[in-house]
């Protein structure tokens, strides 16, 4: 009896071995099939922002450095109008606004922004098709800027942009958010606002401002900006009376005809 249980117990072992070896063996090709899928779909996506670049940069003179010439919305719509009459939609009219409908082409073809491991997947998928459903309507003439700007519907753009634009350069949606914040600015000047948005990392006064501390979106906890912060706040050394290193815009302001409002700004407390 003990030596058929011996051969029982080992001949189960074997069977549990061989188990466990077709299991990990499964377990390592779908792991590697799912690398590949994602490598190839990443690569899909840097084709594809690749293409948007060039296509945005050939139109408007975008310069390597990041800075839009002077004329570029007039490069723009000449180029749409150009397309226009080369290829008249049946029926249709030339859109109003071709350089915000290029702008809602560029932010519809990027993935929401994330920042952070604990941002709500539903949260930033929602804000960005507010900002997409935005830019959309303003290029159709649907929505009137000036009251936009005033309900707070312009505010996650131009503060994303802003963010963006000075933590996370080197990302696909920069460029998308970029040129939609420049095509709102534009249309916005063109009604006499002026919109004030200050750049995080750059200093301001408590008399351009309403400042705060209160980093709701847990800021601080982001490495690349928690990094740059410092590392800005630390050759900020002789802050004149009221000013302060802007961190984050967390609401625009604007200058106009019907009024103005400062924009809101985030700044260092301890909690950092």
Same mark, same amino acid.
């Given at each position: ?13 074997? @069977?549990?071995? =061989? ?14 099939? %799912?690398?590949?899928?994602? !490598? ?5 996506? &840097?084709? #594809? ?7 945005? /940069? ?8 990041? %800075? ?6 007039? &490069? ?24 915000? @409908? ?5 932010? /519809? ?7 952070? $491991?604990?941002? $709500? ?8 098709? +507010? ?9 159709? #003439? ?7 700007? /005033? ?11 802003? %963010? ?6 080197? +990302? ?13 600015? #534009? ?7 002026? @919109? ?8 301001? $006064?408590?008399?351009?401002? @309403?400042?705060? =501390? ?5 800021? *601080?906890?982001?490495? *690349? ?24 815009? !967390? ?18 407390? %301890?909690?950092?």
């Amino acid at each position: 009896m003990a030596v058929i249980g011996i051969e029982f117990t080992s001949g189960f072992a074997q @069977v549990l071995f =061989t188990v466990l070896l077709v299991a990990i063996v499964i377990a390592a090709f779908w792991v590697f099939r %799912r690398l590949r899928q994602g !490598e190839a779909q990443l690569a899909s996506i &840097r084709r #594809e922002n690749s293409k948007l670049r060039n296509e945005i /940069a050939n139109i408007t003179g975008w310069t390597t450095n990041g %800075r839009l010439p002077e004329d570029w919305q007039e &490069r723009l719509r000449n180029d749409k109008a150009a397309a226009g009459g080369a290829m008249p939609a049946a029926g249709s009219e030339a859109p109003r606004e071709p350089v915000l @409908v290029a702008a809602h082409q560029a932010l /519809a073809a990027v993935e929401p922004p994330f920042f952070a $491991s604990s941002d $709500s997947a539903e949260e930033v998928t929602r804000a960005h098709k +507010r900002i997409v459903d935005l830019i959309e309507g303003l290029a159709a #003439e649907r929505i009137d800027p000036v009251p936009a700007l /005033a309900n707070g519907d312009m505010d996650k753009l131009l503060c994303l942009w802003r %963010r963006l634009e000075a933590y996370f350069p080197d +990302r696909e949606q920069t460029d998308a958010y970029g040129f939609a914040a420049y095509a709102v600015l #534009e249309l916005l000047k063109r009604s006499q606002v002026q @919109v004030m948005a200050p750049r995080p990392l750059s200093v301001e $006064s408590v008399k351009n401002c @309403v400042f705060t =501390t209160d980093d709701s979106e847990k800021l *601080r906890d982001i490495p *690349r900006i928690r990094t740059a912060a410092f590392a800005v706040n630390s050759r900020f050394t002789n802050p004149q009376g009221g000013e302060e290193l802007v961190i984050d815009c !967390e609401r625009p302001g604007w200058n106009g005809p019907n009024g103005r409002k400062s924009p809101r700004i985030l700044i260092l407390d %301890r909690s950092w």
